[in-house]
């Protein structure tokens, strides 16, 4: 069996393992539609799973192009700190997720609604890693629910406040990043003006192990809390038993586990064709290159983290790398390859929404047709 092919069938296992615990806690026989709930919450573990895959080249292409570890080293150790991510940080943007982006009323959301933004967002996903483009696997979610929701609510059911606040950190986010990837460069080229190249590359070759894993950390913690908050929106509307004595901001334990266990087992497969794109089309990037690019980007992702606002990930190491890129000569940056990324991202939301929103209209015509009978 190969390598490849064993991690997949670890991932199902472990969806399956998932599955079987949140039924064990929520009282499976005792949900309305028990079956619905079940697929929802594999699809979202899914979700997790195949963002952890789309992503994974966010964690480690910096420091597999630097040559600083090897592949299979660099996919451990991001796997590992996205996962260590779920003792580190609290769970704002999980709740921001849940609540911020559509009305959670039981009259707005429904199991068939999540599932809809679920298909629509891993059908994005899907198709945007085939054809090699670093775009938010956060952002394709959020579109897709949001599509999934107008399309059973209308658009009152989505929460304009949220959106606009997300779609605001869609510029800002690789804004900050490209600021702090230029400062970071500007700055560390001031420290070791005096050092020799050869003491250069040796210390930044060591601490671009301590820039990727911090920039993991803040990749475990924002994105696998998107599929947090999904997981949480589900069972507050379907299986209230779950919140008894509790508020939708104390999302159980066991829940944050379990998605930023998918999401280290995506990052242990990868994402190869984005690797390439993120590592060295963009701008070509020395150890000294990448430490300044992830800590940068790192240092972003904590602080939108800590104030509970969804940025992608993707968005924000692209934008320190361009930084960095920037601080050696503007010639230094591929502008044609990082156009075709801006429209990706231009296109994530929108695109995913009608996805997510056709998605809808599809699922709920099947379960009319099955519910009617012959």
Known sequence: MSRELFWRFLAIGFAVLGTCYTCYHVGWLALECPVLVTVVVVLALGFDFTNGIHDAANSIATVVSTRVLTPLQAVVWAAFFNFVAAYVFSTHVAMTIGKGVVDPDPEVVSTLMILSGLLGAILWNLTTWYLGLPTSSSHALIGALAGAAIAKAGFGAVIVSGLVKIAAFIVLSPLIGLLLGLLMGIGMTWLFRNATPRRVDFLFRKGQLLSAALYSLGHGTNDAQKTMGIIA???????????????????????VLICHT??????????????????????????????????????????????????????????????????????AVRWAVTRKIVWAWILTIPVSGCIGALTYLAVSAVARACSSGP
């Open 233 to 255: 929106l589900l069972l507050f509307t379907s299986a209230p038993q779950v919140w008894t004595g509790r508020g939708f901001e104390d999302i159980p334990f066991w829940i």
């Open 262 to 331: 998918a999401m280290g087992l995506g990052t242990l497969i990868g994402g190869w064709r984005i690797v390439k794109t993120m590592g060295s089309k963009i701008t070509k990037l020395t150890p000294f290159g990448g430490f300044c690019a992830e800590t940068g980007a790192a240092a972003t992702l904590f602080a939108t983290a800590a104030a509970g606002i969804p940025v992608s990930t993707t968005h924000t190491i692209t934008g320190s790398i361009i930084g960095f890129g920037i601080m050696r000569r503007l010639s």
